[in-house]
C-alpha cells in the first residue's frame, strides 16, 4: 500500500520564462528544452504528467505541470532532476500548489486516482480557501448547501470537476480544477454558481489559470514561438 493509502498527490507547477532565454541561440534554446523535456519523459514513464500552456493567457506564467504520484517523495525528485535542465535555470515558478485527492464527504463516489485525465482541450485552475464560518455549520447544514451547488454543476456535463484537497499540505485548502472544450461554458457555470448559497463562504478562488492542454513538447516549443496549434496527437 502506497504512503497515501490509496490517494494520490498532485503538484500544479507553473513555470515563467526569462524573456532573455528567447534571445539565446536557436540550438541552445533546443538543449535547453531537450533536457527539461527528458526528465518529463523519465518522470511520465510510470507516473501521471499533463502539461499545459498558459501563453496568451496569463502574464505571470508561461507552463504548468501537473505531476501526480501515490509516493510524495517522487513529486520531489522530479522538481529536483528538473531543476538541473538548461531551461529551468532560465525559469521562475510564480505559482505552485500541492494537493492530494481524496473522498468528497459531500458524495458516495470514491476517492479518484488521479485528476485531470480527459482528453479536453482546456483547463482552468484556481486555489480556494472557505471562511471559517463554513466549517461551524453542521454536516448535514454543509451537505444541504453543496447539494445545490453540485446540482448546477450537474447542468454542465461537458465540464468536467476535479477537486484536491491541500488541508495541511500547501498554503490554500483546495485546489480545483475544470476540464473542458469550450471554455465559455466554463464562464456561464461560473457565473451562475456566483448567486449560490456556496459562495457565500467562499474566502479566495484566485488567482484563476486558463490554460491549453497539449504535450510537454509542443508546450515547450511554444515557449520560443514555435507553431501553438494544438493537434490531437500532441494531447
Not at 95 to 121: F, G, N, Q, V, W
Not at 135 to 142: S, V
Not at 190 to 211: H, K, N
Amino acid at each position: 500500500m502506497s504512503e497515501a493509502s490509496g490517494r494520490t498527490y498532485a503538484k500544479f507547477t507553473f513555470f515563467k520564462v526569462d524573456p532573455a532565454w528567447q534571445r539565446r541561440d536557436e540550438q541552445e534554446r533546443a538543449e535547453d528544452k531537450r533536457e527539461f523535456l527528458a526528465a518529463c519523459e523519465d518522470f511520465a514513464t510510470d507516473r501521471s504528467l499533463r502539461a499545459y500552456s498558459t501563453v496568451g493567457t496569463r502574464g505571470d506564467t508561461d507552463l504548468l505541470l501537473l505531476s501526480q504520484s501515490p509516493v510524495l517523495e517522487d513529486i520531489h525528485t522530479f522538481h529536483v532532476v528538473l531543476a538541473q535542465s538548461g531551461l529551468a535555470r532560465w525559469a521562475s515558478i510564480p505559482h505552485s500548489y500541492l494537493a492530494m485527492t481524496k473522498r468528497s464527504p459531500y458524495s458516495d463516489s470514491e476517492a479518484r486516482p488521479e485528476i485531470c485525465t480527459s482528453s479536453r482541450k482546456y483547463l482552468i485552475v484556481y486555489p480556494l480557501d472557505k471562511k471559517r464560518e463554513w466549517y461551524r455549520l453542521d454536516m448535514a447544514e454543509r451537505k444541504r448547501i453543496m447539494d445545490q451547488h453540485i446540482a448546477v454543476g450537474r447542468r454542465y456535463p461537458e465540464i468536467t470537476i476535479n477537486t484536491a484537497y491541500s488541508f495541511g499540505l500547501d498554503d490554500q485548502e483546495f485546489v480545483v480544477s475544470f476540464e473542458a472544450d469550450d471554455v465559455g461554458q466554463f464562464l456561464d457555470l461560473v457565473q451562475e454558481l456566483r448567486p449560490t448559497e456556496s459562495s457565500a463562504y467562499t474566502l479566495r478562488d484566485t488567482p484563476i489559470f486558463t490554460c491549453v492542454s497539449m504535450s510537454v513538447a509542443h508546450a515547450l516549443d511554444a515557449l520560443d514561438g514555435a507553431a501553438t496549434v494544438r493537434h490531437p496527437s500532441l494531447a
